[in-house]
């Protein structure tokens, strides 16, 4: 029984690397400048990819944390963001609401998000987010984005240097061109990392 026990560990390490492997395949390169990285992912039953943004900031944890605690001002680095507000703050916990800017003829969008802060023992800090649609009744003139999933997470990498990663999938609601979701999830990622890049290492 021990051998068999052993070889059946073996093969569902076996499976469990081989599934690892090729979620890891599954991410391709669609642009890499200006030290930031954006990657996309097909996901299974979604018309739409998800999208995944490295890079290495030369900031603190602590300019970083500012930045993206102030909800409302963090508009301001966020790629098509029109207007955002924090809805609830709870522990390590809050609710915010965000209005975007879409291309014609695509309606404007809005989201609701959860999001779950977690400090690693490695120092890390990772935020969780998860859409909300029905958290609070939907917005005249807004489609509500249906689904969110993704997260933020910031790794210290030696001295003032954040390694950041920003990854999301969406299903945006209502009907968007093949070609604007396209731009979006090369954009949104690329832009949004860059913007708080400037203003985390002034």
Same mark, same amino acid.
């Given at each position: 029984?021990?051998?068999?026990?052993?070889?059946?560990?073996?093969?569902?390490?076996?499976?469990?690397?081989?599934?690892?492997?090729?979620?890891?395949?599954?991410?391709?390169?669609?642009?890499?400048?200006?030290?930031?990285?954006? !990657?996309? !992912?097909?996901?299974?039953? !979604? *018309?739409?990819?998800?999208?995944?943004?490295?890079?290495?900031? @030369?900031?603190?944890?602590?300019?970083?944390? %500012?930045?993206?605690?102030?909800?409302?001002?963090?508009? %301001?680095?966020?790629?098509?963001? @029109?207007?955002? $507000?924090?809805?609830?703050?709870?522990? *390590?916990?809050?609710?915010?609401?965000?209005?975007?800017?879409?291309?014609?003829?695509?309606?404007?969008?809005?989201?609701?998000?959860?999001?779950?802060?977690?400090?690693?023992?490695?120092?890390?800090?990772?935020?969780?987010?998860?859409?909300?649609?029905?958290?609070?009744?939907?917005?005249?003139?807004?489609?509500?984005?249906?689904?969110?999933?993704?997260?933020?997470?910031?790794?210290? $990498?030696?001295?003032?240097?954040?390694?950041?990663?920003?990854?999301?999938?969406?299903?945006?609601?209502?009907?968007?061109? %093949?070609?604007?979701?396209? $731009?979006?999830?090369? *954009?949104?990622?690329?832009?949004?990392?860059? %913007?708080?890049?400037?203003?985390?290492?002034?």
């Amino acid at each position: 029984m021990g051998s068999l026990h052993r070889i059946a560990v073996l093969v569902g390490l076996t499976a469990v690397l081989a599934t690892t492997a090729a979620q890891a395949e599954e991410w391709k390169e669609a642009k890499n400048q200006d030290g930031i990285k954006v !990657s996309l !992912s097909e996901v299974p039953g !979604s *018309d739409y990819k998800a999208y995944r943004g490295v890079t290495v900031m @030369k900031t603190t944890m602590a300019k970083l944390r %500012a930045l993206q605690e102030d909800v409302a001002a963090a508009c %301001a680095w966020i790629h098509e963001c @029109k207007a955002q $507000k924090l809805l609830k703050h709870e522990g *390590d916990q809050s609710w915010t609401y965000t209005q975007f800017n879409t291309p014609w003829p695509v309606t404007p969008r809005d989201s609701v998000l959860h999001v779950t802060t977690v400090e690693g023992a490695d120092g890390s800090l990772t935020r969780n987010l998860e859409g909300v649609p029905t958290y609070i009744p939907e917005e005249k003139g807004f489609v509500r984005v249906k689904e969110v999933k993704g997260f933020w997470k910031f790794v210290p $990498k030696g001295a003032d240097q954040i390694e950041v990663t920003y990854q999301v999938h969406t299903e945006p609601g209502g009907s968007v061109p %093949a070609m604007v979701a396209n $731009k979006f999830v090369v *954009d949104a990622p690329f832009n949004t990392l860059k %913007a708080l890049k400037e203003r985390a290492e002034k």
